[in-house]
């Protein structure tokens, strides 16, 4: 692995946190050409990019806060998390939102604090540029994973273009709604959001980062010399 490549892997974050400096088309147009060269069975590429800014974006974030405020229930066509949680991952969820909540100094009894936090997911952190992937209902589980190659495509070519962004998985709790407000063919499914700007360096939610497992604890090797170690 090349050294630059390297730290660009490691240096990024989900960023939760903008200025509101303006990202060009052409910049955001190089970012998914990036995206779009990330490996997929057959070819057949899956997924695409709805991207928002200025007006179109803040009409989508107004009808999804709006529904949040009302408590609208959450209609996700898909299972994002196992059901049930294992304690295990659920450990590990709550860690990482523990973490989030403090760099914000939200109490873990501060149920209202969370829950406008967690709104913010609707509103795309307030970045300037929102983007709605979706995928063909047709396509195969398989292709949800050439999806993620893609997205994580997209999220590093935006790191080394010097700009922040995070995925937003709480977008598809109202996939019905977005799906309608962006006028999209039946045929495609809400898988999730991106929110994607310069991020706010002096952010404190921008300063915590959430823990990896050790390199033990999801690799085996086999076959290799004692000295390779």
Do not use: W
Request: charged share 25%; hydrophobic share 40%.
């Amino acid at each position: 692995m090349q050294p630059d490549l390297e730290q660009i892997i490691m240096n990024r974050r989900s960023i939760r946190a903008y200025t509101q400096a303006r990202v060009d088309r052409a910049t955001i147009e190089r970012i998914c050409k990036a995206a779009r060269q990330a490996p997929s069975g057959a070819n057949l590429q899956p997924g695409a990019f709805h991207i928002l800014t200025g007006e179109a974006l803040s009409a989508l974030t107004d009808k999804l806060l709006q529904a949040a405020d009302r408590g609208e229930p959450e209609d996700a066509e898909y299972s994002y998390f196992p059901t049930p949680m294992p304690p295990g991952l659920k450990d590990r969820q709550r860690k990482a939102g523990y973490a989030l909540y403090d760099s914000l100094g939200i109490t873990r009894r501060d149920i209202a604090g969370r829950r406008a936090q967690f709104a913010r997911n609707y509103a795309f952190f307030d970045a300037p540029v929102g983007i709605v992937v979706t995928i063909d209902r047709g396509m195969g589980k398989g292709c949800f994973m050439d999806l993620g190659m893609a997205l994580m495509s997209f999220l590093l070519a935006a790191e080394a273009s010097g700009l922040g962004a995070t995925g937003i998985g709480a977008l598809a709790n109202y996939s019905r709604l977005v799906h309608a407000h962006l006028n999209l063919p039946e045929t495609e499914l809400v898988v999730c959001g991106i929110a994607l700007g310069h991020p706010d360096r002096a952010a404190p939610v921008n300063q915590f980062r959430t823990e990896r497992e050790p390199l033990e604890s999801f690799t085996s090797f086999r076959g290799f010399d004692v000295d390779d170690a």
